[in-house]
Nanobody, 119 residues
Framework: QLQAFGGGLVQAGGSLRLSCAVSGITWDDYVIGWFRQAPGKEREGVSCMGVDSWNTHYYLPESRFTLSRSDATKTVYLHLKNLQPEDTAVYYC???????????????WGRGTQVTVSS
């Protein structure tokens, strides 16, 4: 299973680190992607890290988010910087066969974590 945590309420310009903890599935069988869903909007891809950590994809036009990974703890981190109110959403991590920004390609979903950015 996958579980996302680390969300919270921050002011505009603030930062958060989200974590996706992976357990119960084979670490090497999936790549981990992050998605988000704002109220009334469709879920969208944020970022994905391939099997090789250098193979990282960012799907949003702004470059305020970065990914990192700990193979030892089977955790993928999404670092959110300079957060803006439009980043308010539930953030989910998902397991995919290969990186994709399309949430339909996710094979396993984790529970999301709420990020709220106040202006």
């Amino acid at each position: 299973q996958l579980q996302a945590f680390g969300g919270g309420l921050v002011q505009a310009g603030g930062s958060l680190r989200l974590s996706c903890a992976v357990s119960g599935i084979t670490w090497d069988d999936y790549v981990i992607g992050w998605f988000r869903q704002a109220p009334g909007k469709e879920r969208e891809g944020v970022s994905c890290m391939g099997v090789d950590s250098w193979n990282t994809h960012y799907y949003l036009p702004e470059s305020r988010f970065t990914l990192s990974r700990s193979d030892a703890t089977k955790t993928v981190y999404l670092h959110l910087k300079n957060l803006q109110p439009e980043d308010t959403a539930v953030y989910y991590c998902g397991g995919l066969i290969r990186c994709s920004s399309n949430y339909h390609d996710v094979r396993k979903w984790g529970r999301g974590t709420q990020v709220t950015v106040s202006s």
